[in-house]
């Protein structure tokens, strides 16, 4: 045989070779992927209760809260409360200087006793006026009845007449005075009322019983009316102003139960209750908002933290539940995968209600009955693979 006779036949042996190797490493992986025994986790149906519930996301707010400022300008003296204490209504939380107000209100307070002591001369005035005239009424009369007699002289009658009139004029004028002075009264009064309201002003105090959650400004601060010292909320009403998707409207109602889970505490389920739903929908992200009260608090919580509300919309008992994650789609069907013996067996199923982690099972499934997931994470199961054994 030549050179190249044989040359050309070790080629042809090299590449059987090489085609036999390959196909049977292909035959092993194939061997692994579909006869190799897989480990999975596997999980017992059973029957229990099962709440369908519609999510929302949102921020603690107080239904009553109040900013607590001043109403009228002047230099905080003292600042008696800080965030985080519960307060009372009426209780001072703030005290602005007020000497000189006290001094406005002394003011005020003389200013009316004068004017009421300028009553007192004026009505006096009123009364003498008054005597005046009738003693004057009097001789007039008299002399009258004397000049009818022609006792006494035309002159003399009309002296009479005369004082009757001077007296008259007298009664008039000290009246007049004392309306003049009454009036004067009336605005000392009103003035004095004035720098009273003002004098309470400076003491500011709580309009409600709640819990002072922010505090802006510290003694020696000048404050203007409106300007922010304190944030005051009622503790009687927190809840969720969360935002739902507009698809789920029609499944809510007042009164609902609901579930409140912090972000600072994701472990720790809270009770709630839906309280209202809101009447204007995002045009943007077409979600409304729902008002979802906080029956039970955490022991650390702020105004504004954001939490999750799982509102509750049907509840169903005695069904047949497996976990959310157990389902498997297979094209247009859904189904699970279960262990019938030592065989990976697909098992198409029809679902009912579904839960925050839970799914009832309508068909296709039995309590008392195995499904089961691979143990390793990404990994898929197929129809017809083995089990491997414990």
């Known amino acids: 045989m030549s050179n190249k006779t044989r040359s050309s036949a070790a080629g042809w042996l090299f590449w059987l070779a090489k085609i036999g190797a390959i196909t049977a490493a292909i035959g092993v992986v194939i061997y692994f992927v579909r006869f190799q025994p897989v480990r999975v986790t596997e999980h017992d149906v059973v ?28 230099r905080i003296e003292s600042v008696l409360v800080d965030q985080g204490d519960i307060v009372e ?54 002399l009258l009845a004397l000049s ?59 309009p409600f019983n709640g819990m002072i959650v922010r505090r802006d400004r510290e003694p020696g601060d000048v404050v203007a009316p409106g300007s922010l010292i304190l944030s005051l909320i009622s503790t009687k009403q927190l809840w969720i102003k969360s935002w739902v998707d507009e698809t789920e409207m029609a499944k809510l109602k007042a009164d609902q139960s609901a579930k409140v889970i912090f972000r600072s505490e994701s472990e720790t389920t809270l009770p709630g209750k839906l309280v209202r739903l809101g009447k204007e929908t995002d045009r943007e992200t077409r979600e409304f908002v729902v008002d979802v009260e906080v029956l039970e608090l955490p022991e650390n919580w702020a105004v504004g933290q954001r939490a999750e509300v799982f509102i509750e919309t049907e ?26 013996g030592g065989i990976v067996q697909w098992q198409p199923i029809e679902v009912g209600l579904r839960g925050r982690e839970l799914v009832e099972i309508k068909s296709g499934l039995e309590a008392g009955q195995t499904i089961v997931l691979p143990s390793k994470p990404g990994m898929k199961l197929r129809h017809g693979q083995r089990v491997e054994e414990p």
């Open 47 to 74: 029957r229990g209760t099962i709440a369908s519930e519609v999510m929302g996301t949102g921020t603690l707010e107080a239904r009553v809260k109040a900013n607590i400022s001043a109403k009228i300008s002047g």
């Open 89 to 142: 209504a009426g209780q001072l939380l703030v005290q602005l200087d007020d000497a000189e107000l006290r001094q406005q209100v002394s003011i005020a307070q003389a200013d009316v006793e004068a004017k009421q002591s300028a009553i007192d001369r004026v009505d006096a005035d009123v009364s003498r006026a008054a005597a005046v005239l009738r003693q004057a009424n009097t001789n007039f009369k008299r």
């Open 148 to 206: 009818e007699q022609d006792a006494i002289s035309r002159d003399e009658l009309d002296k009479a007449a005369e004082a009757r009139s001077i007296a008259e004029s007298d009664v008039s004028r000290a009246d007049a005075a004392l309306a003049e002075v009454k009036k004067a009264l009336v605005v000392a009064e009103r003035s004095l009322e004035f720098q009273r309201t003002k004098l309470t002003d400076s003491k500011i105090v709580s």
């Open 315 to 340: 509840c169903k008992t005695n069904v047949v539940l497996i976990p959310a994650h157990y389902l498997i789609r297979n094209g247009e069907q859904i189904g699970v995968y279960r262990n019938q």
